[in-house]
């Protein structure tokens, strides 16, 4: 049986900061270029869902989370949230649109990333 998936990339300008990082500058509101992977498990090779209209869901998702930092419409403010709150926001949003998300990976400028997989819960009974 072969698994079948699709992923897509958007990047987006968002400003953030970590009050308590260990590097002092990150501790200020900084801008990055988020680079954002998605990954969709598909069912058939006709897949369920497009590549653009995927791509385009997750900007609406994004915005619909997150408030401009400035001027309208970009950079978004991530406020405090990390590329883990990130990513694991946009997988929970995405999944709530009936799509199989397995994988929300969010770097900044492309170079460091968290990324996070979706799990089913256990059953209890093992
Ligand atoms: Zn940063």
Known sequence: MVEKFVKVKVVVPGVHYWSRS??????YPHRHLFHIQVCVRV???DREVEFFALQKLILNK???SYEPFS?????????TASC?????HLLTKLRECELDVVSVEVSEDDENSAFVVWKE????KG
Request: glycine residues 0%; proline residues 13%.
């Open 84 to 88: 883990e709150t990130i990513a694991s």
């Open 62 to 64: 994004l915005t619909e």
């Open 22 to 27: 260990p590097v002092a500058y990150l501790a």
């Open 121 to 124: 819960e256990q059953d209890e």
């Open 71 to 79: 001027e309208p419409p970009l950079p978004l403010n991530f406020v």
């Open 43 to 45: 069912k058939s090779e």
